[in-house]
């Protein structure tokens, strides 16, 4: 299926199975939260593209923990997979692997483990983690399997009371040759510097492989083939994805309770507006809902565990729509100098983004839920919740209804309207940052340009030409514009020219339309432009 991700499945595929014959390629798997990195982790273990007889998976997540739950993870994940490879072993009936079923066979293995567990329990931390890491190079001694070692969201090791946790980390990847690293984080700032920073090896460097979030045609693939037994509209299913930000796990567990809507009888099959109402109330609002969970222990550790400390403050000044520094100071009440600080923190990770002198969430439901879940309950003065799910099925049914004018708009009036919002504002797009002019007008043009749709932005004696086109951007559609911009020259100087390429740009184009100055925007610019004005993505 096309959500598999199958490009990327294929490479890791290779890199494996490359070191399954003696060539090491290490990989660090990097992409925002909650868009399935674990889940195609497991896709690529169980898939029969890789050859699982010479290789032992040992997979371990990296958690905010005391260091003893991790070693005690990776200890039971090492051993099971050891076993399991084994076919003279019997296979443990649970995941309780004991040390002790390995000793005959695997003597110096047992002791390794048995060392990790020691220096624990003496409070030798340092020890034990270099122990730990030490368990792969055993395995491959005595059992001659090379070892894939996966640390799920590994910029979490900075987080145990380890002196050297990177330091440590890189000499065992430049020593350990038939040790595989497979590095996942959900951290992109933060993972990039430390990949930098702490893990830039002349032996046992890093692949590094950016996992994207879903895009419109994964997207609807992905909720087509969980909601198979039901005709939802097209459009339900768009703003599913949309206020999801197209994460597969949101979108799941959305599509689970609306499941679970039809099965009680709460809501009925074809009341589609009901259904979204409910699922996203049970996953998102209440108490025990899987998302509310999520964001609640999230937040709790942004903040502190402080209501009034400083994150809190700036993400929830954020999350009112003040997406100005000046403007987010004066709502949390906070120095400048305090809240510019914070900001640069959250920016780092990962959980805003600034763009110029804009800044907005990464995650568009994590706003949501500030605005319409915590702060709603937090600002109660009632103790029935009745009346704040009330308010919250409203603020949802309001988004869904939003979504369901601009879905019904065409898609040039859409990008016309995003024209008209800019305010002056200073932009960083594609790595640059503009200056977005406040126009007094935006007209489209009788005749479109490299048949596209085109439109004139004015504001004074400042013209703005952009030129939207649904098909790939190629050399002529280049050329025509050129053409039509010297002739246009003699009645209204143009002062900016861009291209706004939804299905791409070839690469020749491309150097045209930037030698001749102009800006080159894709499909994922303008959403970012329509996260930032309040609207939703287009597809």
Known sequence: MSHNRAEILTLLARRVNSFSEGYRQNIALLGEPCIGKTSLI????????????????????????????????FIKSALFQLIHSDPTMAQPNDAVVLIEDIRRQYPKTAETCQRVLRDIEKGKIDE?????????????????????????????????????????????????????????????????????????????????????????????????DILRNMSMPQVYMDFISSFTGNKPFYMRVICDEIERAIFSGKVGRNDYQGLIEQAFTESVFKKNGVINNLFSSFFFRVSD??????????????????????????????????CSRVLNSLVDMDIIARNGSLYRF??????????????????????????????????????????????????????????????????????RRHKFLSFSSVRRLEKPLCGGA??????GKINWLFTLKKEP????????????????????RINRNIIIALSGINENAYLMAKEAGFWVWDIDSVNVLMDLYGKPHVY
């Not at 492989?209 to 045609?217: H, R």
């Not at 993400?315 to 400048?336: D, P, R």
């Not at 085109?454 to 504001?459: E, H, I, T, V």
Request: aromatic residues 10%; hydrophobic residues 40%; charged residues 30%.
């Open 42 to 73: 497991k896709q690529l273990l169980e898939s029969e593209d890789i050859k699982k007889g010479p290789i032992i998976p040992i997979y371990t997540e990296t958690k905010i923990e005391p260091f003893e739950f991790c070693a005690k993870r």
């Open 128 to 224: 034990a983690y270099s122990y730990m890491l030490d368990i792969p190079s055993a395995i491959y001694e005595e059992s001659k399997k090379r070892c894939l070692l996966i640390l799920d969201e590994f910029h979490n090791l900075e987080n145990f009371t380890i002196k050297h946790s990177f330091g440590t980390l890189a000499k065992k990847i430049m020593i350990q040759k038939d040790t595989m690293f497979l590095l996942v984080s959900s951290k992109n700032t933060l993972a990039q510097r430390l990949l930098a920073e702490k893990l830039s090896l002349l032996f046992g460097n890093f692949e590094k492989i950016f996992m994207p979030p879903f895009d419109t045609g994964m997207s609807r693939s992905f909720l087509q």
């Open 305 to 338: 565990g402080r209501f009034l400390s400083h994150s809190a403050s700036v993400l929830i000044a954020l999350s009112s729509e003040n997406k100005k520094q000046h403007e987010i100071t004066k709502s949390a009440k906070l120095q400048g100098r305090d």
């Open 362 to 431: 990464r995650e568009r439901l994590f706003a949501f839920w500030l605005k319409s879940v915590y702060m709603k309950r937090i600002m109660s003065f009632s103790i029935d919740e009745s009346i704040e799910e009330q308010c919250f099925r409203k603020d949802v049914l309001g988004n869904l209804n939003a979504f369901m004018l601009e879905f019904e708009k065409e898609l040039t009036s859409r990008i016309e309207d995003l024209f008209r919002l800019f305010k002056n504002d200073v932009i960083q797009l594609n790595g």
């Open 454 to 459: 085109s439109f004139m932005a004015a504001s």
């Open 473 to 492: 951007v190629i050399e002529s559609d280049i050329s025509d514009i050129i053409k039509e911009v010297k002739n246009k020259k003699n009645n209204a």
